[in-house]
């Protein structure tokens, strides 16, 4: 997870040594833009805007959909490392519950015998 | 202690579009884990562990079917505290309970939690079923927004620590 986290970093933070790119992200962070749009915003070539998004989404910053014959571009990390990291912190909330419920199971168990035996007498 | 703590795993996963699984097993009898789901003073002293930072302002769970639940949190990051409240649409005593998470409004899940009991441990198995695949996927996405904005802010901090030429 570590690993995983440092890889993702060095790729955000290459994509970010771009001044372009630093603007699309800014521009994102405004509106979702076609790509078509950003590449007017910036003139630029079609083909151009393009390569940078695609370094921004390898980077997990972006993440587009095509919808038709538009590719519309978002902030955001991509789909699935958004998900599994989400069900990882979900798990960790459980896990973390869970761990505090054993000693209320615990304490009820005892309990439960004490009372037994208090009847028993 | 430790062998204990292997064999009770808390697993989960996204089971479908819609719905997501969190299992564990204990140790003890069903009718001791249901318990420990449907007090209110048992519930409190389980349902906001210190590592999670929330702590309870107050607990109400009136767990029968059609009765509510309200629980109310503070963390030290917000001022208001969060409530998170529904109501119970079905209660079978020591194997089973569902309700509703109304706090978000309509893109809520259904939570179903079972208690299965084998050689005197049980297996919890809670189920949560959101109305729409896009209901669960915005659950993610607001989930994760916060934790991109943290991330966000530590780029934010190492640029500013750029010599300008390199920027």
Redo the contacts between chains.
């Keep these: 997870m570590v690993q995983y986290h440092q890889a993702r970093f060095d790729a955000s933070f290459a994509a970010l040594s771009d001044a372009t790119r630093r603007g699309v992200l800014e521009q994102l962070g405004r509106a979702d833009a076609s790509i078509t749009d950003l590449a007017s915003k910036f003139h630029m070539t079609l083909t151009g805007m393009k390569k940078h998004v695609g370094v921004l989404e390898q980077a997990g910053l972006v993440t587009t959909e095509k919808v038709g014959r538009v590719r519309t571009c978002r902030l955001g990390s991509r789909r699935l490392e958004e998900e599994a990291a989400w069900i990882e912190r979900y798990r960790q909330l459980w896990a973390a519950r869970f761990d505090e419920l054993d000693t209320v199971v615990e304490d009820l168990k005892r309990k439960e015998k004490v009372d037994g035996r208090k009847k028993r007498e | 202690m430790d062998a ?1 703590k292997e064999s ?7 089971k479908s579009e819609r719905e ?1 699984v ?1 299992t ?1 097993t ?3 009898p069903a009718r ?2 249901f ?2 789901w449907t007090k209110p003073e ?1 519930l409190k ?3 906001a ?1 210190k ?2 930072g929330m702590s309870f302002v107050s607990c109400e769970a009136d767990v029968r079917t059609g009765g509510t639940y309200r629980f109310v949190f503070s963390h030290p990051s917000s001022e208001q505290p969060a409530a998170f409240f529904g109501r119970y649409i079905e209660v079978i005593p020591n194997a089973r309970l569902v309700w509703t998470n109304d706090e978000g409004g309509e893109g809520g899940a259904v939570t179903t939690v079972t208690f299965e009991e084998k050689g005197g441990k049980t297996l ?1 198995v ?1 189920h949560d079923l959101y109305p729409s695949k896009e209901a669960l ?1 915005d ?3 607001s ?3 916060a ?2 904005d943290e ?1 966000f802010e ?2 934010d901090a ?2 500013v620590t750029l010599p300008t030429e ?2």
């Design positions: 204990r009770n795993r808390t697993t989960a996963e996204r997501t969190v564990r204990f140790n003890g001791i884990v318990e420990a048992l002293r389980w349902w562990p590592s999670i919890v809670m996927d659950a993610i996405a989930g994760s927004a934790e991109m991330s530590q780029l190492l640029l390199q920027r």
